[in-house]
């Protein structure tokens, strides 16, 4: 660090403006009806059903009813194949085991006027109706009161997996009579009034047990469970319950987003205000600084760095954008008032400039690997059972179960990324751009970091 060169200053400024200004306008090209983006902009960014509107509902068995694992995954994939039908397809489901509870989210579709969520919560919590059906729109073969189960398994040649579907004595007597005639036709699966499978019939079944093989190239693991997932669904013995249900309007979620974001502007302006009148050169750089930081934020939620996804951004996720700020301000404010307090000891501006740096950096390391715990734990004990951290520490945070707050696990992880680039711009970045700016004659005297003029 005591080599840093004049130049220093204006390479580092100028990352951060390109830095910024591919964060939030991106790039994109348009050619006629079809754009092409290549790097996101914040017009990129998937806004959480708190902001754009939608329902969270939580569905469980009836009281008293222990239901099983199976039955929990049947209950969610009936969940599914109506929400699709329904044409909703951006959606969140979670099943907890632990406390037999399903919870579902799904937004506003754009432009719906006449949606009406009670009804579609009604219609998801109802018991399903699976039918086996001749061909793909003939009479009904059998109904899911003649299945006992269906699962996947291994197929015997090792080519993929196949349901196993067992029946009832009336099942299996009504499911021999039907493949005797059906040989080399289909007989389709319905739930509801949506078809999930269409087996052709090779020969006729009779004793109750049939397998689902999934044509020449035969099912992967996940489209076997999922199937078997399905037909236990139609055979479940109980119908859902409606535990927790809410719903906001896009108006509404819009409307506290621009609040907020407003709300976060004027103060980050004011607060580069003050620290710049407080602290000088100190402050300008600080404030730099802190614009880099914003952009990585934002450039983390719109999935800017290609290994990594978009992030759906919540109310809390924006609530913790502007406390990252504020982290951000504490760590230039502290490293800024022991330069100060240096130079009224005598020192050299080099010589006060490396020390402040040096002996506030324990201090912010300590405060921000705090929040770093935090933010763990916050992602890792309400965020979806797929997380990153749900999944690396699933001993511990497994007995949460998994509620998937994505307002909570939406904050934890606006902090986490607020803090990494609290340490690349307000410790790094800030440390090179002050160095070299002290290096300018203008720029030398001690009063525009604190000293006495």
Not at 51 to 64: A, K, L, M, W
Not at 263 to 274: D, E, K, N, S, W
């Amino acid at each position: 660090m005591r080599k840093v060169g004049k130049p220093v200053v204006f390479v580092v400024v100028a990352i951060i403006i390109v830095f910024t200004t591919l964060a939030f306008f991106g790039i994109s090209t348009s050619y006629g009806d079809i754009t092409t983006t290549y790097i996101k902009g914040v017009d990129d960014i998937r806004w959480g059903i708190d902001i754009r509107g939608g329902v969270d509902v939580t569905f469980t068995p009836p009281e008293g009813y222990d239901a099983t694992p199976e039955e929990m995954a049947a209950a969610e994939s009936i969940i599914k194949v109506r929400l699709v039908s329904q044409n909703i397809t951006d959606y969140e489901t979670y099943v907890d085991e632990a406390k037999d509870r399903i919870i579902v989210r799904f937004p506003w579709k754009e432009g719906e006027t006449d949606f009406n969520p009670e009804q579609a919560v009604k219609e998801l919590g109802e018991t399903a109706l699976l039918t086996f059906r001749e061909n793909q729109s003939g009479p009904v073969v059998i109904e899911g009161k003649h299945v006992k189960s269906a699962s996947a398994e291994p197929s015997p040649d090792g080519r993929g997996s196949q349901v196993k579907l067992e029946l009832t004595d009336e099942g299996a007597e009504l499911f021999s009579d039907a493949t005797g005639r059906l040989i080399g036709q289909q007989i389709s699966i319905w739930m509801d009034d949506t078809m999930i499978s269409a087996p052709r019939v090779d020969s006729q079944i009779p004793g109750g047990v049939a397998y689902i093989t999934g044509g020449a190239q035969g099912f992967d693991v996940k489209e076997a469970k999922a199937l078997a997932d399905r037909i236990n669904g139609g055979a479940l013995p109980f119908k859902l319950e409606t535990e927790n249900f809410s719903t906001i309007s896009p108006t509404l979620g819009f409307g506290a987003r621009d609040a907020m974001v407003t709300a976060g502007v004027i103060a980050f302006v004011l607060v580069a205000i003050f620290i710049i009148i407080m602290y000088r050169m100190c402050g300008v750089v600080a404030s730099i600084a802190l614009v880099g930081q914003v952009a990585g934020m934002i450039a983390c939620l719109t999935g800017f760095f290609a290994p990594f996804p978009s992030f759906t951004l919540t109310l809390p996720g924006i609530a913790g954008i502007i406390l990252s700020i504020g982290m951000g301000v504490d760590a230039n404010v502290i490293t800024s008032e022991r330069i100060k307090e240096e130079l009224r000891n005598g020192k050299t501006l080099d010589g006060a400039i490396d020390s402040g740096f040096q002996r506030t950096f324990s201090a912010i390391f300590d405060g921000n690997i705090t929040m770093v715990i935090v933010a763990i734990i916050l992602m890792g004990a309400f965020g979806p059972p797929q997380s990153i951290f749900n999944s690396l520490l699933s001993p511990i945070f497994r007995w949460f179960g998994p509620s998937a707050t994505g307002a909570i696990y939406s904050f934890g992880f606006t902090l986490i990324v607020g803090v990494i680039f609290n340490f690349i711009m307000g410790v790094t970045a800030s440390r090179l751009m002050l160095k070299s700016v002290s290096k300018f004659k203008p720029f030398k005297k001690p009063w525009l970091y604190g000293g006495a003029k």
